[in-house]
């Protein structure tokens, strides 16, 4: 994948250690190198992982290009368009496989900034989970239209309300995971996609006791491409947190308990 650019001195981030972005893509041909080259910059120490889905606007190709003028470039080719939460589960597993001890999870985008990637980062040092939030204090969201903001402040709130966990951006993609936090969730099991991937997510982690924070982000809405959020991707995600309140609250009568499963959350 080409030679390493400098040394490997200063690989990683302090106090969290080997880190990789992992950026999904299909069809981001626009966006590839603008986001690569803003994740060097914002965070030269970590390595990037684009997992493409044989996008057949060459996304692939770019990244191989970026990949071989960057020795801290990856590229993961999938066969086809197989969804955000397979392709996280890949770059999970090729993390895992090489060493890393975190992963990050990325727009494509830019929706998500690089430049937050450093305060993401740091929160890690004390946490397992770290979720980049558009909903706690400090947060910006920008241009983005009335109906999403919508869909984004119910869908959490809902969240909140059925599965019981204390996170305002339960739904957030910007994340940065521990793989010992990984290692104790069953990733096998997951099988969503978009929102409800990272709900799922959330749920899994919380569930298994780990340290979540909530980073406050500045997220906008794209400037170049298509969103990939469709009506399908939002149906999945209401059916699934609905039966997954309902499967936390039957597991909690049987156990004669009040409430959803224990776990830790911890605020900034």
Same mark, same amino acid.
């Given at each position: ?13 302090? #106090? /969290? ?46 990244? &191989?290009?970026? @990949?071989?003028?960057?020795?801290? /470039? ?8 197989? #969804? ?6 890949? #770059?999970?597993?090729? +993390?895992? &496989?090489?060493?890393?001890? +975190?992963?990050? &999870? ?6 998500? @900034? ?5 305060? =993401?980062?740091? $929160? +890690? ?13 400090? $947060? ?8 999403? !903001?919508?869909?984004?402040?119910? #869908?959490? =709130?809902?969240?909140? =309300?059925?599965?019981?966990?204390? =996170?305002?951006? $339960? ?26 991937? *990272? ?36 149906? &999945? ?13 039957? !597991? $909690? ?10 776990? *830790?959350?911890?605020?900034?």
């Amino acid at each position: 994948m080409g030679e390493a650019s400098g040394t490997r001195a200063d690989t990683g981030a302090p #106090g /969290v250690g080997r880190v990789l972005v992992v950026i999904p893509t299909y069809n981001e041909a626009d966006n590839v190198a603008r986001i690569v080259a803003r994740v060097r910059r914002a965070a030269p120490g970590v390595e990037i992982l684009v997992a493409d889905d044989n996008s057949p606007d060459g996304t692939g190709a770019l990244a &191989e290009a970026l @990949a071989g003028a960057d020795g801290r /470039v990856h590229v993961l080719h999938r066969e086809g368009k197989q #969804g955000l939460g397979a392709a996280y589960l890949a #770059g999970f597993a090729w +993390a895992r &496989e090489r060493g890393f001890d +975190a992963v990050v &999870e990325m727009d494509a985008d830019g929706s998500h @900034a690089p430049e937050d990637l450093p305060a =993401l980062l740091s $929160a +890690a040092r004390d946490a397992d989970v770290v979720i980049g939030s558009r909903w706690t204090r400090g $947060a910006r969201v920008l241009n983005w239209p009335l109906r999403r !903001l919508l869909l984004s402040r119910c #869908g959490n =709130l809902y969240t909140r =309300l059925a599965l019981g966990m204390p =996170l305002s951006d $339960a739904t957030g993609g910007y994340r940065v995971y521990r793989l010992a936090a990984l290692d104790c969730i069953d990733l096998e099991s997951v099988c969503s996609q978009g929102y409800s991937f *990272q709900v799922e997510l959330s749920r899994l982690a919380h569930r298994s006791g780990a340290r979540i924070v909530e980073v406050p982000i500045t997220f906008a809405e794209r400037e170049r491409g298509s969103s990939k959020m469709s009506p399908l991707i939002v149906a &999945e995600a209401l059916w699934r947190i609905t039966a997954w309140g309902v499967q936390d609250r039957r !597991l $909690a009568l049987r156990r004669g308990l009040h409430g959803t499963a224990s776990g *830790q959350v911890r605020w900034p």
